[in-house]
């Protein structure tokens, strides 16, 4: 598709399709000032305008909830389907089932995807849809004042909610135990991880899982709430820095790192995700070293982030198909309906 060149006086700053980054924005926000969805949808439309994604190739989904109105925050351009509370996968399979060329997005909530949602979470997850899907997870219902969400942890006190009595939803191990094939967890409250990691996860063939913890200003932000800022802030423990680096780009790693320090994980578009090693050496692509993490994490009460399971072999569900190149939905009459003499023959067959 031939794009326009930017007009007289406009900004410079263009990427490799000659867009700029006003061209992945979308509408003003109305959700409260500070809120870290904002914060995700600021980092979504960074990451797209470094991929030089053009935005009518993506589609953007939600359910209800605070968080699923950030899609009308960024890519204006994009075409995009606000569903019914927790109905938001079936919605996303059935629309990339018939546009494979498609790259899907959605957005939802903690409340969207681990309550009411969580049967629609756990079998897009084994169908390994083509999208990425984004948690904003603050462990409260925001839209409805405040009330527990299923990730909220047990023995949280929130005003006219008393106490939490139990235990919560982890988003990460729900997808790893369901099959997901990229499973990342960050902070809203670290930005440049956020970018990486959704770049990561857009590059990734199948379903790629964020849940990224995102403060509610308004009715969970206590220092010792374990979805807020400054407990996020003073607990968070990256398991290694990550770069994404885009099939286009020239690979060059530091001389001075050292060997098994670094981790590559390549991706199906040729680009690269090169993982850095904080502490441990841990390999993302070992399922059950993941899933220990995440155990040992909610034992300790660390706020683990990063890339925490990755699987590239397991193919996407439009792949398992024998689809035609053409896009379902833009299948005419004449190509679906069988030629009259074929009807023919299988009637003589059947009589």
């Given at each position: 598709?031939?794009?326009?060149?930017?007009?007289?006086?406009?900004?410079?700053?263009?990427?490799?399709?000659?867009?700029?980054?006003?061209?992945?924005?979308?509408?003003?926000?109305?959700?409260?000032?500070?809120?870290?969805?904002?914060?995700?949808?600021?980092?979504?439309?960074?990451?797209?305008?470094?991929?030089?994604?053009?935005?009518?190739?993506?589609?953007?989904?939600?359910?209800?909830?605070?968080?699923?109105?950030?899609?009308?925050?960024?890519?204006?351009?994009?075409?995009?389907?606000?569903?019914?509370?927790?109905?938001?996968?079936?919605?996303?399979?059935?629309?990339?089932?018939?546009?494979?060329?498609?790259?899907?997005?959605?957005?939802?909530?903690?409340?969207?995807?681990?309550?009411?949602?969580?049967?629609?979470?756990?079998?897009?997850?084994?169908?390994?849809?083509?999208?990425?899907?984004?948690?904003?997870?603050?462990?409260?219902?925001?839209?409805?004042?405040?009330?527990?969400?299923?990730?909220?942890?047990?023995?949280?006190?929130?005003?006219?909610?008393?106490?939490?009595?139990?235990?919560?939803?982890?988003?990460?191990?729900?997808?790893?135990?369901?099959?997901?094939?990229?499973?990342a967890r960050s902070f809203a409250g670290n930005p440049k991880q956020v970018k990486e990691l959704l770049k990561a996860?857009?590059?990734?063939?199948?379903?790629?899982?964020?849940?990224?913890?995102?403060?509610?200003?308004?009715?969970?932000?206590?220092?010792?709430?374990?979805?807020?800022?400054?407990?996020?802030?003073?607990?968070?423990?990256?398991?290694?820095?990550?770069?994404?680096?885009?099939?286009?780009?020239?690979?060059?790693?530091?001389?001075?790192?050292?060997?098994g320090e670094i981790r590559e994980v390549a991706m199906h578009d040729g680009s690269i995700v090169i993982l850095k090693n904080l502490e441990n050496d841990?390999?993302?692509?070992?399922?059950?070293?993941?899933?220990?993490?995440?155990?040992?994490?909610?034992?300790?009460?660390?706020?683990?982030?990063?890339?925490?399971?990755?699987?590239?072999?397991?193919?996407?569900?439009?792949?398992?198909?024998?689809?035609?190149?053409?896009?379902?939905?833009?299948?005419?009459?004449?190509?679906?309906?069988?030629?009259?003499?074929?009807?023919?023959?299988?009637?003589?067959?059947?009589?």
């Amino acid at each position: 598709m031939t794009q326009p060149l930017p007009m007289a006086g406009a900004s410079t700053n263009v990427n490799l399709l000659g867009l700029t980054k006003n061209d992945y924005r979308g509408n003003p926000s109305t959700l409260c000032q500070g809120c870290g969805h904002n914060s995700i949808s600021s980092q979504i439309i960074a990451a797209m305008y470094e991929m030089s994604v053009l935005p009518e190739h993506v589609i953007k989904f939600s359910g209800i909830g605070c968080s699923s109105k950030s899609p009308t925050y960024f890519l204006n351009r994009s075409f995009g389907f606000n569903s019914l509370h927790g109905r938001m996968p079936s919605i996303a399979t059935g629309a990339l089932f018939g546009d494979r060329t498609l790259k899907g997005l959605g957005v939802s909530g903690d409340g969207d995807t681990a309550s009411i949602g969580m049967g629609q979470f756990k079998h897009v997850m084994r169908r390994n849809v083509n999208m990425v899907y984004i948690v904003e997870n603050n462990g409260v219902y925001g839209l409805t004042k405040g009330q527990f969400s299923a990730t909220a942890e047990k023995g949280l006190q929130l005003k006219k909610q008393g106490t939490n009595p139990y235990m919560p939803v982890d988003i990460c191990m729900e997808a790893i135990v369901s099959n997901a094939t990229f499973v990342a967890r960050s902070f809203a409250g670290n930005p440049k991880q956020v970018k990486e990691l959704l770049k990561a996860a857009f590059a990734h063939k199948g379903i790629a899982v964020l849940d990224i913890i995102s403060p509610c200003v308004t009715f969970n932000n206590q220092d010792n709430a374990y979805h807020s800022y400054a407990w996020g802030k003073d607990h968070e423990e990256p398991l290694h820095d990550i770069t994404y680096i885009a099939p286009r780009n020239e690979i060059i790693l530091e001389e001075e790192m050292k060997e098994g320090e670094i981790r590559e994980v390549a991706m199906h578009d040729g680009s690269i995700v090169i993982l850095k090693n904080l502490e441990n050496d841990y390999d993302p692509t070992n399922r059950f070293e993941a899933l220990r993490v995440i155990e040992e994490a909610q034992q300790n009460n660390w706020l683990v982030t990063g890339l925490i399971y990755v699987n590239t072999s397991k193919p996407a569900l439009d792949e398992t198909y024998n689809l035609v190149d053409t896009p379902l939905n833009r299948l005419a009459e004449s190509d679906l309906r069988p030629a009259p003499e074929l009807i023919d023959r299988i009637n003589a067959l059947m009589f």
